[in-house]
């Protein structure tokens, strides 16, 4: 059963996307622009955050880290939305069939996108801004745990639309854990959600969803510090990708460790990472990890400052490792070994795949995406981090000359 304001909100979702489908690119940008100018002028956000991050005391510094806005942050990811090359009305294909007919294959909306997101308020402004971007109706239900920095931000989206001509139904929050469960039913006015947060709830999500779900239920990512590796440039990469941000998606949880230069490297990784608890296999324990790791260690997102530490038999070996134990998400090879880096991007079907360098980059802005709206490990109908163009799809204009089929 959909209760009634569910249902009005989606509506109203429906009906503003086809007005922002129509509306000039110049008029979506100027919509950010007033969206930017109106956050910025909003002396009320920073007291809004300072209510839900009081209210949050108990949460794991990782969830406190998410919660916490940076104003100055979220202002410079809408502006660089704005200006980020127009993706509707792209030309994807075009070619002319032997009858004359002549066929493109043209970017256009997607409709109406649900994001569903726990502590992390920048969601709200990263989601707008995409969305109109893109020529989306949005309706945003964030956690509970930035109930009023979500508020907040949200009015100043309204504004800003109003200010450009839009209708402030284009984006709309929701509150209410309820709203969740009626909201993925709406397949008819909701054309696709989008969850961000920990496994439960995604998993939660595309059980009873009717929407097309984009699913990223964990991070697993790899780093793999090949015989070849430069092993000071390694424990530069493992850290920066364990610590710089370790309750994100995009840090590592595991590094695997070539065999051939484990007993050199294993000590340096202790020694760089005396702040975070490594947990390690039979071999990395012999040779100074601390805490011996579980079968689960190896499946593990830790969203902390634990890693778990792996010794391989070589680059196939840290595949098979991948395969088993991995999300699709991201891995890095350390390598001064071109042949095997180019095999390991061939081989590793992970959404982001790198060659020294952090995993720390799967992320849109850091891929030239802009803002990212999420991540999806599954290949319908991205892969990795989405941005502008994942939120579009394409339909076919065809253009003839009183052709008939035969």
Known sequence: ???????????????????????????RAAALH??????????????ANARDLEAASALAPAMRDRLRLDVGKIVTAIREVAALPEVLGNVEKRETRPNGLAIE???IPLGVVLMIYEARPNVTTDAAALCLKTGNACILRGGSEATHTNRALAACVARGLVAAGLPATCVQLVEGR????????????????IPRGGEGLIRYVAEHARVPVIKHY?????????????LALAVQIVENAKVSRPGVCNAAE?????????????PMLVAALPQVELRGDDTAVALGVATRATEDDWAAEYL???????????LASAIAHIERYGSSHTEAIVTRDAAAAEQFLRDCDSSTVLVNASTRFADGGELGLGAEIGISTTRLHAYGPMGAEGLTTTKFVVRGTGQLRS
């Open 178 to 193: 309820e709203a969740i469960g009626e909201l993925v039913k709406l397949d008819e006015l909701i054309d696709l959600c």
């Open 1 to 27: 059963m959909i209760s009634a304001p569910i249902r009005q909100v989606a509506e109203a979702a429906r009906t503003a996307s086809r007005i922002l489908a129509k509306a000039t690119a110049a008029q």
């Open 304 to 314: 902390d400052l634990i890693l778990a530490v792996k010794v391989v038999d070589g």
């Open 105 to 107: 294959r043209v970017r």
């Open 34 to 47: 007033a969206i930017a100018e109106a956050i910025v002028a909003d002396d009320g956000l920073a007291a």
């Open 254 to 266: 595991t590094v695997l460790i070539d065999r051939a230069v484990a007993e050199q490297f294993v």
């Open 218 to 230: 964990k991070g697993v990512c790899h780093v793999y510090v090949h015989a070849a590796a430069d």
